[in-house]
């Protein structure tokens, strides 16, 4: 602390020792309770309608279409089969899965080699990119949605999963080099040198050395890409938006799923649709919440 | 081992760069060409027309409720947040009073920021759709069922051109309380203790622990939230689509300009007139970006 806004009470009346000493301890007292009550019921909000989804998809369509405050009668799993059969669940989830599999190891594998690159050694124009880079985490992806288009459709990459990883991968580069410049810069410099001393060559330091001692980084922003990418809902919509239902991904195929439950009147199928593109997110979510929470924020807290 | 320097340098940044000029940089530069053509149609010759898009956009009623919407989304969606994630994040972290010389969390702190933040990991677009069931206009919504156990009439939350809007800002303000929770508890823990033991000393309560020293401490924090919800209000795009009646309805009162840029483009195929559309909102995102850090811009308090 250099400035003097915060210290000035502590020079100018350090004279209340006794009042300190009561709050040693935490009453429960009145504001503890309220506090209690507001964030039990912030909780319950979260809780409230995913539990409730779940829950929905057990009832039958008149259950739907009755009381929406009751349990369902019987717990069966024919909605759960029919949305991963008939409404295809189980096929969006599988390309997601191969999408976001490659295109977050992309994403990785060439943002970090940008990154390290751009981080680590001078050379004219290294500035440039790194600003050619940067600056596309400030422009809306709106912008480009037209040419963006195009440009996939005159690649002959339109409605194929391949156009789609590409199109995950660069726009993932941007907060990825800017993320992981910034952390191989405060990356001791003496152990590179070393193994380029004992003669390793610049690309198998990176990949031995250089990667395994910048693997915290390398997680958190795996994390961040792995959940924007299995998220996206925009990018599959325009560049799988011709006549490949087969080829959708989970957000894509559950949304279409409840613009058509009106017509078919399957709402259980919905719910267990929606239930099962849920259910994943929330497992990963909770076994790696520290990870996740650390990995979603540190864009923010640099 | 000079000699390798270059061509491994040429080597590491010749694929990402090559990818990101592809996808990302020249349709950026191409959107501003083509907001200049009357390009309609996949197969149509686009000619060049000037500004003409952007004077039609000036007499566009649709466009002018977009933005309208991106004004409310603007100034209420980031203020509800920021001020229940403060509140949420100040409880968790610091209104445990102190033990052992250091402040506290309230009990359970750590299970309650696990279920806040539980809603940023999941799609938009799914939880546009789980919001379809909540909202329902009749009994078997959730929301409105809840009412009905109390008797109070049914709610048109989403087809009610009043309210909305105000409906999809809370689902917005939903899913984004615990990320601002998680953001902010960080930028606490990282306020010394000893600021907070000499507030205590002094016999500070509560409401001055947090208005008088933790708020000013967490200014830098709290202007990052403010540009990150900001963009966000800029897009919404998912949630409208999902969520809203008639994808931006009813009677385009909830409809924002993703929306209009997306319906343009690819249900109309106006591509010159979308890209007009998203020149604009470009701009809108850049300013509102730059007057965030003029006017939040203060001495940066070092610790």
């Known amino acids: ?302 | 081992m000079r000699q390798g320097k270059y061509p491994f340098i040429v080597g590491f940044l010749a694929a990402p760069v090559l990818l990101y000029v592809v996808f990302v940089i020249s349709p950026y530069v191409q959107a501003f060409q083509i907001s200049m053509t009357n390009w309609k149609g996949i197969s149509a010759n686009p000619q060049f027309i000037g500004l003409e898009n952007f004077a039609r956009l000036f007499e566009d009623e649709i466009f002018w409720a977009a933005v309208r919407h991106h004004g409310v989304l603007l100034l209420v969606m980031p203020l509800v947040t920021i001020v229940i994630a403060l509140f949420f994040a100040f409880l968790l972290n610091l209104s445990g009073g102190q033990r052992d010389g250091r402040m506290t969390g309230i009990w359970g702190s750590k299970v309650y920021r696990v279920i806040f933040f539980l809603p940023q990991v999941l799609a938009v677009a799914i939880v546009g759709v789980l919001f379809q069931a909540i909202y329902r206009p009749d009994g078997t919504g959730v929301i409105n069922g809840l009412l009905g156990k109390i008797g109070v009439e049914p709610v048109g939350w989403l087809i009610d051109p009043d309210i909305a809007l105000l409906s999809i800002i809370a689902v917005m303000v939903w899913q984004a309380v615990g990320f601002y929770v998680v953001l902010f508890s960080a930028g606490m823990s990282s306020i010394p203790k000893d600021v907070f033991e000499a507030a205590a000393l002094d016999g500070a309560g509560r409401f001055t622990l947090f208005f008088r020293i933790t708020i000013p401490l967490l200014w830098d924090t709290m202007q990052v939230a403010w540009i990150y919800l900001g963009i966000a209000a800029f897009d919404a795009f998912a949630l409208v689509q999902v969520l809203s009646v008639d994808r931006g309805g009813p009677d385009n009162s909830t409809t924002v300009l993703p929306m209009e840029i997306w319906r343009t483009a690819f249900n109309f195929s106006k591509f010159g007139y979308a890209s007009a559309m998203g020149v604009a909102l470009f701009f809108m995102t850049i300013t509102f970006a730059a007057l965030t850090l003029r006017v939040t811009r203060r001495e940066r308090l070092e610790f």
């Not at chain 1, 799993?77 to 295809?88: F, I, L, Q, V």
């Not at chain 1, 003669?199 to 330091?205: A, I, K, P, Q």
């Not at chain 1, 990418?229 to 559950?254: A, F, R």
């Open chain 1, 1 to 302: 602390m250099t400035t003097d806004t915060a210290h000035k009470p502590d020079a100018t009346r350090r004279t209340a020792p006794a009042r300190a000493g009561r709050r040693v301890r935490n009453p429960l007292g009145a504001f503890g309770v309220l506090a209690h009550v507001a964030l039990l019921v912030w909780a319950i909000l979260i809780i409230g309608p995913i539990l409730w989804t779940f829950l929905s998809s057990f009832k039958t369509n008149t259950e739907i279409f009755g009381d929406a405050i009751t349990l369902p009668a019987s717990f069966g799993w024919d909605a759960w089969g029919r949305a991963w059969d008939k409404a295809h669940i189980g096929q969006y989830m599988l390309n997601t899965v191969l999408v976001v599999a490659c295109s977050t190891a992309g994403t990785m594998l060439l943002g970090s080699m940008a990154a390290y690159v751009l981080a680590r050694y001078t050379f004219p124009g290294n500035r440039l990119v790194y600003f050619l880079f940067v600056s596309g985490m400030t422009f809306p992806v709106f912008l480009a949605l037209v040419p963006l288009f195009f440009v996939v459709k005159n690649l002959g990459l339109i409605d194929t999963h391949l156009g789609l990883i590409l199109v995950y991968i660069a726009y993932s580069l941007p907060f990825t080099v800017f993320f992981l410049s910034a952390f191989f810069k405060t990356l001791p410099t003496s152990v590179a040198e070393a193994a380029m001393m004992d003669g390793c060559s610049h690309t198998r330091t990176f990949f031995q050395v250089m990667m395994p001692m910048a693997k915290p980084g390398l997680i958190s922003i795996t994390i961040f890409n792995i959940l924007g990418q299995w998220n996206q809902y925009l990018l599959p919509i325009v560049l799988l938006s011709g006549n490949v239902e087969d080829k959708w991904v989970i957000t894509q195929g559950v949304a279409n799923i409840s613009t058509n439950a009106g017509y078919e009147a399957d709402w259980p199928g919905l719910f267990a649709a929606l239930s099962m593109a849920i259910i994943p997110v929330m497992i990963i979510y909770i076994i790696f919440q520290r990870q996740i929470q650390s990995g979603l924020t540190s864009g923010a807290v640099k």
